[in-house]
């Protein structure tokens, strides 16, 4: 897997273990050959994630992240994708400013949130979706499965 992870905030992150640990975890459980994907990570401040936000989804506000999939597994044929010998999923942004509060609101680690919206980005990526209850129940399944497999499941 080629992961690129691009901080442009003040935030000291150590977790690309733990993110690389994440992302091989979502896409064993999805069936997806690790060794032909490649993803681009990058954790911005407020700022910045309105102005994505804003920009790619007309929504002006701040929010906790982003997914921007190059692959279609909404719409492609989900054996014809896998099929291929080189997958680039896409593009996951993060806000670490976000996920810092979320992780407290939540009364968990910040370490924790990052893990769980990178995991939430990752399936995005794969073509799930939470728009609707039926499709929302379908990803938090995989959601819960990933992270109690990595024994961060809350």
């Given at each position: 897997m080629k992961l690129i992870i691009?901080?442009?905030t003040n935030e000291d992150l150590?977790?690309?273990?733990?993110?690389e640990k994440v992302i091989k975890e979502v896409l064993k459980v999805e069936n997806v050959d690790e060794k032909k994907c490649?993803?681009?990570l990058s954790f911005v401040d407020e700022i910045k994630i309105r102005d994505l936000n804003k920009d790619f989804r007309?929504?002006?506000?701040?929010?906790?992240?982003?997914?921007?999939?190059?692959?279609?597994?909404?719409?492609?044929?989900?054996?014809t994708l896998l099929e291929k010998p080189y997958l680039m999923l896409?593009?996951?942004?993060?806000?670490?400013?976000?996920?810092?509060?979320q992780a407290k609101e939540l009364g968990h680690s910040f370490e924790r949130e990052i893990?769980?919206?990178t995991c939430h980005s990752i399936?995005?990526?794969?073509?799930?979706?939470?728009?609707?209850?039926?499709?929302?129940?379908?990803?938090?399944?995989k959601e819960?499965?990933?992270?109690?497999?990595?024994?961060?499941?809350?």
């Open positions: 691009d901080n442009t150590t977790l690309q273990k733990d993110l490649e993803i681009s007309g929504i002006d506000r701040v929010t906790d992240v982003l997914s921007f999939p190059i692959e279609d597994f909404f719409n492609e044929d989900r054996k896409g593009d996951v942004v993060i806000c670490t400013d976000v996920a810092r509060k893990m769980y919206l399936l995005h990526l794969l073509g799930y979706d939470h728009m609707e209850d039926d499709d929302k129940k379908i990803m938090r399944s819960k499965q990933v992270m109690k497999n990595l024994g961060v499941f809350k």
